[in-house]
C-alpha cells in the first residue's frame, strides 16, 4: 500500500533541476508532498487532489497523472535550503468507502544540494 | 498559536522499561496519528485515531499501545515487547475530512540504552 518513490537519493548542485516520482499501484485520493530536515517534522509543501492537476511555483512545483497513480515533484534552480528528505504523503480509504481514515507516506527521496 | 505539542524531545530507556510519549493538540482535529521513522527510513504509521475512545492498529503496531480518553490527547506507550524501539516518534494529527492535510509535532528521539 506504502507509495514508491524514485530516486531514493539525489545530490545536485546549486542551480541544478530534479524530479522526484511517487507511484502507487492503486488510484490515490490525493497526494501530498513533504520535505523535513533531519531531526525535525515534516513541513507540508502542497497537495493535489485532481488528476491531471499540476500546482505550485516557479521553483517547486507539483504534477498529478490522469490516472492519479503517479505524482511527481519538480525543484527548478535548486538552493541550498532545498536539501532535505521530500515525502509524498496520500489518503487511504476515505470516508465515502470503507469509513476508514488514515495517511500513510511513501518511501522518501533524500536530497542533497552542494555549493 | 495552535499546534501539536510532543514531549519529551529526547528520551533514553533502558531495556525492559515502558514509556510513554506525550502528545497534545490544540487544532479541534478530530484524527490523530503516530509515526515511527528510523534513519534515512520512511513514515510508518503505528496507531492512529478518528474519534475520542477508539484507535485502529497502523502497519507496525506491535509492542506498542495508545489511548484517546480525550480529543486533545494521544499519548503512546512504547512497552518492552517492542525489540527495537530506538527511533524518532511523530505525532500528527488532521481533520477526518478528505483534501485536508495533515499536521506534524516536532518529534520526540527515543534511544535504548
Known amino acids: 500500500q506504502q507509495p514508491v518513490q524514485s530516486p531514493q537519493a539525489v545530490i545536485l548542485r546549486e542551480g541544478e533541476d530534479a524530479v522526484i516520482n511517487c507511484s502507487s499501484s492503486k488510484a490515490l485520493y490525493s497526494v501530498h508532498w513533504y520535505r523535513q530536515k533531519h531531526g525535525e517534522a515534516p513541513v507540508f509543501l502542497m497537495i493535489?487532489?485532481?488528476?491531471?492537476e499540476q500546482k505550485g511555483h516557479e521553483k517547486i512545483s507539483a504534477s498529478f497523472n490522469e490516472k492519479k497513480q503517479q505524482s511527481s515533484l519538480y525543484l527548478t534552480a535548486s538552493q541550498l535550503s532545498y536539501s532535505g528528505t521530500y515525502f509524498c504523503?496520500?489518503?487511504?480509504?476515505?470516508?465515502?468507502?470503507?469509513?476508514?481514515?488514515?495517511?500513510?507516506f511513501g518511501t522518501g527521496t533524500r536530497l542533497k544540494v552542494l555549493a | 498559536d495552535g499546534g501539536i505539542t510532543q514531549s519529551p524531545k529526547y528520551l533514553f530507556r533502558k531495556e525492559g522499561q515502558n514509556v510513554t510519549l506525550s502528545c497534545e493538540q490544540n487544532?479541534?482535529?478530530?484524527?490523530m496519528y503516530w509515526y515511527r521513522q528510523d534513519p534515512g527510513q520512511g513514515l510508518r504509521l503505528i496507531y492512529y485515531s478518528q474519534i475520542v475512545n477508539d484507535f485502529q492498529k497502523g502497519d507496525i503496531a506491535e509492542g506498542y499501545s495508545v489511548s484517546r480518553e480525550k480529543k486533545e490527547s494521544f499519548p503512546l506507550t512504547v512497552t518492552s515487547a517492542q525489540k527495537n524501539p530506538t527511533a524518532f516518534y511523530l505525532c500528527?494529527?488532521?481533520?477526518?475530512?478528505?483534501?485536508?492535510?495533515?499536521?506534524f509535532g516536532e518529534g520526540s528521539w527515543l534511544t535504548v540504552v
Open positions: 500528527a494529527s488532521s481533520i477526518v475530512l478528505s483534501g485536508n492535510t495533515i499536521y
Open positions: 487544532l479541534n482535529h478530530d484524527a
Open positions: 504523503g496520500t489518503e487511504l480509504d476515505s470516508l465515502s468507502t470503507s469509513g476508514t481514515y488514515k495517511y500513510i
Open positions: 493535489l487532489l485532481k488528476g491531471g
